[in-house]
Structure formats: structure tokens, C-alpha cells
């Protein structure tokens, strides 16, 4: 027992030591940031200018203002103002959010036109730029991990304005076999985050890079701020569950749609060959219906023809009757006649007439 609590704990210390505040998260993003030296360092890859051109940098109140209290309210991750007067907002995103296309370019234009005063002039405007660190994948039809956009001249293709830029780098499409200390992919590859000797690993050879991982090194061990870190945390673990709860439950109501329309589209088609099968049906009994009239009318002229046959066979018995009644009364004349000339004697006539002698007699009287 007391060898597990011993190994127990010396897992924990373990633990706790090789413990380290992944970057992506956005409370850790930001912490990061406060230090300048961090942010000329990441700021210069994205203007693609040395951090010495990039000199001192400012964070700005990152609730930017409303004209009117019915205008919507932008509220910056980031927002860093540079010795020439530009503009950033950076802005780390762990949840998948839909039209985050629409989003960073609203935050573009707010913090852009937020620049002028009443009365001030267009002169005054400078550069902004809107950096989406994306912790999950928008673009899902390429490959392309980093990209940049501005407002293009669509007829000659030039650069209408360059004091318009998004800037999106989506964490999951780094590719693996990127190992160069230098570069932005460096620097998303650190956001990106792992485990501390990785991490330290992907720092070396950049001072910008190693003075962050130093940073990050702290906030772990501080208490108070790892707290704050793991709050953040599970709030976002907790959002991103429901936001797959959601998914998974629009993904079941869409499979049951599609279920449904193919159950519906069996259904028409069954119908369609009910109602197929139907007019067959009708047709069909059109014709029997014809038949049985021609059956009917035949059935008729059949009784009609027995009539007749019964009664012709009737005339026929009748007739035939009537012919071996006369046959029988004509022998019988001619036995008669045969006896009274003595060609037969009186027992032979009464045999031949078919009665007795007595009432052959009779018959004679």
C-alpha cells in the first residue's frame, strides 16, 4: 500500500513537472503576447519585415468603440499598434466558428474605420491588418496552411489598397516536414503546441521563439495563472463538447432527412407505379365489362335458342308420337284386314293386334 501511494505520487511529480500550457489556448495565446519581445518576433514574420524595422509595439484597449448603441460591439484578442501607426488585430481561435470569413473582416473594417474622428481626414488612415490563428481548419478544399488577402483591382489585377489585410493560418494544415527555426510555420508550429521538449525543440535557433518558450515555462509553474489556464481550458473543452454534441445531433437529424426524402422518394415512386398498375386495372375492367356485356347479350340469344330447341323437340316427340300412333294403327288395321280374309286365323290376329282373343272379338262386333 504504501509503495502505490509512494509510486502514485512520485507519477504525479512527474507529471507536474513535465507539465506545459499549450499555446492554442487563447488565455495562453494572450499571455504570451504581453511580452514585447514575443510579439515584435511573431509580428515581423507576418509583415515579413526584421524586428528591428517592426521597433516598439503597443497593446490597445481591445474593445474597439460603437458609434451607436445599436452598432455591434468588437472585442480584439490582440490589438497591437506599431511605430508606423499599424494596426493588428490577432486573434487565436480554438472552436471551430462558422463564417469566420465574415467575422475577421468585420473586425478588419471596425478597427480600420475606428481610426478617424469626426472631422479628421481619410489621410489619417492606416494600415490594419486581422491575423486569425486558427486552432481547427476552415478552408477544407486545400492544403494551404497559410494564406493572405487584400483588395485587388478584379479588372487589372493590381493592388487597389494595401491598408486592408487578413491574414489566416490554420494550426492543422502545418506540414510535418517544416523544421526550419525561421519562418511563420515555425512560429505556428509552436502554437500549435506539445510536449515541453518538443516545444523547446521547435524554439531552438530562434531568440523570438526561446524567450516564448521561457514564458510559457513560467506561466506553467505559476500557480495562480495555471489556474486561470485550466479554467480557460475547461471552458473550452466544455464548448467544443457541446459543439459536437450539436454536430453529431444536426449530423443524426440530416442522415434522418435523408432517410425520410429516400423513404419519401420510394413512396412516390411505389405510388406512381400503384397508379401505373391502376389505369391497367381500369382498362382491364373496361374490357371485362365490355365482355360481360357481349356474354350477357350472348347468354340471351342462348336461352333464346334453348326456347326454341325445347320446343322444336317438343313437335319433334309429337310428331314421332304421332307417326307410331298412325304406325300402330295402321298394323293394326292391317291384321284386322289380313284376318277377315283368312290370312290369319283368330288366336295368330289377336296375338299380332296385342290383346286377348276376346277383346279382339269385341273388336270386331
Known amino acids: ?14 507529471s507536474e513537472e513535465e507539465f506545459i500550457m499549450k499555446p492554442y489556448i487563447d488565455w495562453c495565446f494572450k499571455e504570451l503576447m504581453r511580452n514585447p519581445n514575443t510579439r515584435r518576433g511573431f509580428i515581423a514574420e507576418l509583415l515579413e519585415l526584421s524586428p528591428e524595422q517592426i521597433g516598439n509595439t503597443i497593446i490597445l484597449e ?10 455591434k460591439k468588437g472585442v480584439l484578442d490582440v490589438h497591437v499598434l506599431l511605430e508606423n501607426g499599424t494596426q493588428l ?39 490594419c491588418v486581422h491575423v486569425s490563428v486558427l486552432n481547427f481548419t476552415y478552408y477544407k478544399k486545400d492544403d494551404i496552411c497559410y494564406r493572405k488577402a487584400q483588395v485587388y483591382d478584379k479588372a487589372t489585377g493590381e493592388l487597389y489598397s494595401d491598408k486592408l489585410e487578413l ?4 494550426l492543422p494544415k502545418i506540414p510535418e516536414e517544416y523544421h526550419h527555426p525561421d519562418g511563420i510555420i515555425a512560429w505556428m508550429k509552436f502554437f500549435r503546441g506539445g510536449k515541453k521538449e518538443d516545444l523547446k525543440e521547435m524554439a531552438k535557433g530562434n531568440t523570438y521563439l526561446e524567450e ?47 432517410k425520410l426524402e429516400e423513404i419519401q422518394g420510394k413512396l412516390d415512386e411505389t405510388q406512381g407505379k400503384l397508379d401505373e ?10 374490357k371485362l365489362n365490355e365482355t360481360q356485356g357481349k356474354l350477357d347479350v350472348a347468354q340471351d340469344n342462348l336461352a333464346d335458342m334453348q326456347e326454341r330447341f325445347s320446343e322444336s323437340q317438343k313437335q319433334l ?6 307417326k307410331d300412333a298412325a304406325h300402330d294403327q295402321g298394323r293394326k288395321d292391317a291384321v284386322i284386314e289380313l ?27
Open 1 to 14: 500500500m504504501e509503495r502505490n501511494k509512494m509510486a502514485n505520487r512520485t507519477t504525479a511529480a512527474i
Open 277 to 286: 398498375t391502376q389505369g391497367k386495372l381500369d382498362e382491364t375492367q373496361g
Open 212 to 258: 516564448a518558450y521561457e514564458d510559457l515555462m513560467e506561466m506553467s509553474q505559476d500557480e495562480e495563472k495555471r489556474r486561470a489556464y485550466e479554467a480557460r481550458e475547461r471552458a473550452l473543452r466544455d464548448q467544443l463538447s457541446l459543439q459536437r454534441q450539436a454536430e453529431r445531433a444536426f449530423q443524426r437529424m440530416t442522415n434522418a432527412q435523408e
Open 62 to 71: 481591445n474593445e474597439l468603440p460603437k458609434r451607436s448603441e445599436e452598432e
Open 167 to 170: 491574414q489566416i493560418l490554420e
Open 89 to 127: 488585430d490577432i486573434e487565436m481561435q480554438v472552436v471551430y466558428m462558422e463564417y469566420w470569413d465574415d467575422r475577421s473582416l468585420f473586425y478588419l473594417c471596425k478597427m480600420f474605420s475606428s481610426q478617424l474622428c469626426k472631422g479628421e481626414e481619410y489621410d489619417r488612415l492606416q494600415k
Open 317 to 322: 316427340e309429337k310428331a314421332r308420337a304421332e
Open 339 to 365: 284376318y277377315q280374309k283368312g290370312f290369319l286365323n283368330l288366336e295368330q290376329a289377336a296375338s299380332e293386334y296385342g290383346i286377348s282373343i276376346e277383346d279382339f272379338r269385341k273388336l270386331l262386333v
